[in-house]
């Protein structure tokens, strides 16, 4: 009876989980995945000139006149389609379907996607973090629950981010290395770094290991996914894909939807000021260009971050976790654009600091960092008129948190 009651639970948190996402999502307009059909969907037409089109500051605004005509054409001018800053290869691949596909049937299709991979995902955060400790049916309820309140799931879903697959992908990586499948760990890790190069890093936890050949599978699978873009989509577009990215990185968007600590100190420096930065006059979002000491103390701070995990988690009985945890929270919080939506990878592993942590102490820092994340908490602070500033900040806080958790699981 206990086994069904479990089970009944699990079921009821999936099918409920999907429900609800469809439900707030389907049939609708997702901005980000907009720059991937809008790539796709130029290249197979052989208009392969407008992929890398941007707007002067890159980001808030439309990316081309010419992809609003486009969208004009599908039934969707009054939708905003963003930049892309993807790889040419990817927009290669799913040419054929953007083609074929209006906007909304193409959104629709990678939704049910990102919903299987967001079910997936649970089942590998767990087995990383807690694997024969956690009951199924406590995890996955902590963790859907935790997915229903909490903005970053809400955003990821809102824009059917491709950070979906690529967290989906991460979590794979490190589910196969705990259990001994190294080669598919650096192919799954390899790839995760091809659709955004931010995974790459976590890369350092093979090199912590010394795990030389799940090190070398991630490179050379990475490297043979770029000679296999060359041979698709040419050099020239990969020589206007890396002015895109810098076109990218020389702005940053003070939003409460960065959380970085670059975008932090950012804020606040205008808060101080009484400014509200040289890009666009909304309190909500503000262009400006990165750069400068905020960045510096950025870097300093993911070096310090790297050395802490080397050294309190050497030696340690199951390091993988801990490690994961705590160098996700750190590369998030130290990069230029800490996407609200990144952080669905740490809050993935959040639930097992019950599981590594007293729970007097685990328990309480659990609900005060989703807390800190959390749609009501946004909703009540937007309404109040409140400076993003603080949001960011909250959000930065909860990213310290989980690294400082996640150095303190560590089991000698």
């Given at each position: 009876?206990?086994?069904?009651?479990?089970?009944?639970?699990?079921?009821?948190?999936?099918?409920?989980?999907?429900?609800?996402?469809?439900?707030?999502?389907?049939?609708?307009?997702?901005?980000?995945?907009?720059?991937?059909?809008?790539?796709?969907?130029?290249?197979?037409?052989?208009?392969?000139?407008?992929?890398?089109?941007?707007?002067?500051?890159?980001?808030?605004?439309?990316?081309?006149?010419?992809?609003?005509?486009?969208?004009?054409?599908?039934?969707?001018?009054?939708?905003?389609?963003?930049?892309?800053?993807?790889?040419?290869?990817?927009?290669a691949v799913l040419a054929p379907l953007a083609?074929?596909?209006?906007?909304?049937?193409?959104?629709?299709?990678?939704?049910?996607?990102?919903?299987?991979?967001?079910?997936?995902?649970?089942?590998?955060?767990?087995?990383?973090?807690?694997?024969?400790?956690?009951?199924?049916?406590?995890?996955?309820?902590?963790?859907?629950?935790?997915?229903?309140?909490?903005?970053?799931?809400?955003?990821?879903?809102?824009?059917?981010?491709?950070?979906?697959?690529?967290?989906?992908?991460?979590?794979?990586?490190?589910?196969?290395?705990?259990?001994?499948?190294?080669?598919?760990?650096?192919?799954?890790?390899?790839?995760?770094?091809?659709?955004?190069?931010?995974?790459?890093?976590?890369?350092?936890?093979?090199?912590?290991?010394?795990h030389w050949r799940a090190a070398g599978v991630?490179?050379?699978?990475?490297?043979?996914?770029?000679?296999?873009?060359?041979?698709?989509?040419?050099?020239?577009?990969?020589?206007?894909?890396?002015?895109?990215?810098?076109?990218?990185?020389?702005?940053?968007?003070?939003?409460?939807?960065?959380?970085?600590?670059?975008?932090?100190?950012?804020?606040?420096?205008?808060?101080?000021?009484?400014?509200?930065?040289?890009?666009?006059?909304?309190?909500?979002?503000?262009?400006?260009?990165?750069?400068?000491?905020?960045?510096?103390?950025?870097?300093?701070?993911?070096?310090?971050?790297?050395?802490?995990?080397?050294?309190?988690?050497?030696?340690?009985?199951?390091?993988?976790?801990?490690?994961?945890?705590?160098?996700?929270?750190?590369?998030?919080?130290?990069?230029?654009?800490?996407?609200?939506?990144?952080?669905?990878?740490?809050?993935?592993?959040?639930?097992?600091?019950?599981?590594?942590?007293?729970?007097?102490?685990?328990?309480?820092?659990?609900?005060?960092?989703?807390?800190?994340?959390?749609?009501?908490?946004?909703?009540?602070?937007?309404?109040?008129?409140?400076?993003?500033?603080?949001?960011?900040?909250?959000?930065?806080?909860?990213?310290?948190?989980?690294?400082?958790?996640?150095?303190?699981?560590?089991?000698?």
């Amino acid at each position: 009876m206990r086994r069904r009651t479990e089970t009944l639970i699990v079921v009821v948190a999936a099918m409920a989980s999907i429900v609800l996402i469809w439900a707030g999502f389907g049939n609708s307009w997702h901005q980000d995945l907009s720059a991937l059909y809008f790539a796709a969907r130029s290249y197979g037409l052989g208009q392969t000139e407008l992929i890398y089109l941007a707007p002067d500051r890159f980001f808030g605004a439309v990316a081309s006149p010419e992809w609003q005509d486009m969208a004009l054409q599908l039934g969707h001018g009054d939708e905003l389609v963003l930049p892309y800053v993807y790889a040419p290869l990817w927009a290669a691949v799913l040419a054929p379907l953007a083609v074929r596909l209006d906007p909304i049937a193409f959104y629709n299709l990678v939704l049910v996607v990102h919903i299987g991979f967001f079910l997936w995902s649970i089942l590998l955060a767990r087995r990383i973090a807690a694997q024969g400790s956690a009951p199924l049916w406590a995890w996955f309820g902590i963790a859907a629950l935790i997915a229903l309140v909490s903005t970053p799931f809400l955003n990821a879903f809102w824009h059917n981010q491709p950070q979906i697959t690529v967290t989906f992908l991460v979590l794979l990586a490190f589910e196969r290395y705990r259990a001994g499948a190294w080669r598919m760990a650096g192919i799954a890790l390899g790839l995760a770094a091809a659709i955004k190069i931010t995974p790459a890093i976590l890369a350092v936890i093979f090199l912590m290991d010394r795990h030389w050949r799940a090190a070398g599978v991630a490179a050379a699978t990475g490297l043979g996914l770029l000679m296999l873009s060359l041979a698709i989509a040419g050099l020239p577009l990969h020589i206007a894909f890396w002015e895109q990215l810098q076109r990218a990185s020389a702005y940053m968007v003070l939003t409460p939807l960065n959380l970085g600590l670059e975008a932090v100190i950012a804020r606040w420096g205008e808060v101080i000021s009484g400014g509200l930065g040289s890009g666009m006059e909304d309190k909500a979002l503000t262009v400006v260009e990165s750069g400068g000491w905020g960045g510096l103390l950025s870097m300093a701070v993911l070096i310090l971050g790297l050395a802490l995990i080397w050294r309190v988690t050497r030696g340690a009985g199951q390091p993988v976790y801990p490690r994961l945890l705590a160098l996700w929270a750190l590369v998030i919080l130290c990069g230029p654009l800490a996407w609200n939506h990144y952080l669905i990878g740490p809050l993935y592993l959040l639930p097992g600091v019950l599981w590594h942590l007293p729970r007097r102490l685990a328990a309480p820092a659990l609900v005060m960092i989703v807390l800190a994340v959390s749609l009501p908490l946004q909703v009540v602070l937007m309404a109040g008129q409140t400076d993003p500033v603080w949001l960011m900040s909250l959000g930065a806080a909860s990213l310290c948190a989980m690294f400082w958790l996640a150095i303190l699981s560590v089991s000698p």
